[in-house]
């Protein structure tokens, strides 16, 4: 590719108090966990900018968000996933990657970046109800919000994957996309055993060309 895209949706890590009990089934302590998630990202960035340029998206969320159990504190941006994203970018620079980040400012929760013409939008999820991504999506749109003119939505926190069509760009004609993206992780034990669901894990991949964005290219790796 000419350049690859790394979204991260958001739930970078557990983190302990997002609800249910992941405080009594984590194995790794907060400092840890975000020790762990910066390794991570740095070697997918690693991997990725050997082929060209690489932007990184990032988003404020549930999991790693400033909270005092289920009271949030300070601002959107006061987010330790994305404390972790800023880290990693420091370290990136110092090895003299060819690697841009794009996070939200600080009281905002979306981020979009324009990939050959295709507006790209990523926001966590636990914005809206399950099953209301596209009506929240829609409010963007009609607020005027930047994540209202994406061509492509790609969102997490549901932890299954979905893809769905939905609208249409006024000026290209092309479909717009939600994208629910898969977890990374093997589940979480709290919600599986509090609800009986689960899901697979994945990684969701698709490519963006001059012609939008490629739905026979999605895979989840």
């Known amino acids: 590719p000419a350049r690859t895209v790394l979204a991260e949706a958001g739930d970078l890590f557990e983190g302990f108090e997002s609800g249910g009990n992941p405080a009594f089934t984590n194995d790794l302590s907060l400092a840890q966990q975000m020790d762990m998630a910066g390794l991570i990202l740095f070697d997918f960035v690693s991997i990725l900018r050997r082929h060209g340029h690489v932007d990184v998206l990032g988003v404020p969320s549930n999991h790693t968000a400033?909270?005092?159990?289920?009271?949030?504190?300070?601002?959107?941006?006061?987010?330790?996933?994305?404390?972790?994203?800023?880290?990693?970018?420091?370290?990136?620079?110092?090895?003299?990657?060819?690697?841009?980040?794009?996070?939200?400012?600080?009281?905002?929760?979306?981020?979009t970046l324009d990939v050959l013409g295709t507006v790209l939008g990523v926001v966590?999820?636990?914005?809206?109800?399950?099953?209301?991504?596209?009506?929240?999506?829609?409010?963007q749109q009609h607020g005027g919000q930047p994540v209202g003119a994406a061509d492509v939505l790609v969102t997490g926190h549901f932890h299954s994957l979905s893809v769905m069509p939905t609208g249409r760009n006024p000026y290209t004609g092309r479909a717009k996309w939600w994208l629910q993206a898969p977890t990374l992780d093997n589940g979480?034990?709290?919600?599986?055993?509090?609800?009986?669901?689960?899901?697979?894990?994945?990684?969701?991949?698709f490519d963006i060309t001059e012609r939008g964005f490629d739905l026979q290219s999605l895979t989840v790796l």
């Open 66 to 111: 400033w909270r005092s159990g289920k009271r949030q504190l300070g601002r959107p941006g006061d987010d330790f996933g994305l404390h972790v994203h800023r880290h990693v970018e420091r370290l990136a620079r110092a090895h003299g990657f060819d690697v841009d980040w794009h996070l939200p400012g600080q009281h905002d929760e979306a981020v």
């Open 124 to 139: 966590h999820g636990n914005q809206y109800r399950a099953g209301r991504a596209v009506e929240w999506w829609r409010g």
């Open 188 to 205: 979480s034990d709290w919600f599986r055993n509090l609800t009986g669901d689960d899901s697979d894990p994945g990684l969701l991949v």
